[in-house]
């Protein structure tokens, strides 16, 4: 099992393919799989609230240097990947 993505970031024509890359770095594809369909995502990680859905577990990442809001990101993402494999 893998927890589907989708990355909506409009501040920088390089966003969504700088988070993805930084988010490959650390989760392997076996524990992550990025969509490109916000409907069918378990997360959302966006700049804007514009994109959260009640059905997702929604991340709001405003900007992508603030070191703070990566590690609060791993941390997000590697919680839910906890309880995908351990519930």
């Known amino acids: 099992d893998s927890l589907s993505v989708f990355v909506h970031y409009s501040k920088t024509p390089i966003g969504n393919d700088f988070i993805k ?3 490959r ?14 409907e069918h995502a378990d997360i959302i990680i966006s700049d804007s609230i514009e994109n959260a859905k009640e059905t997702s577990h929604n991340f709001f990442l405003e900007d992508i240097y603030n070191v703070s809001l990566w ?6 993402i590697q919680n839910l990947l906890f309880e ?3 519930l």
């Open 71 to 76: 590690k609060e990101l791993y941390s997000f």
């Open 21 to 23: 890359g930084k988010l």
């Open 25 to 38: 770095h650390i989760f392997s594809e076996k524990s992550l799989m990025f969509t490109s369909n916000s």
């Open 84 to 86: 995908l494999y351990h």
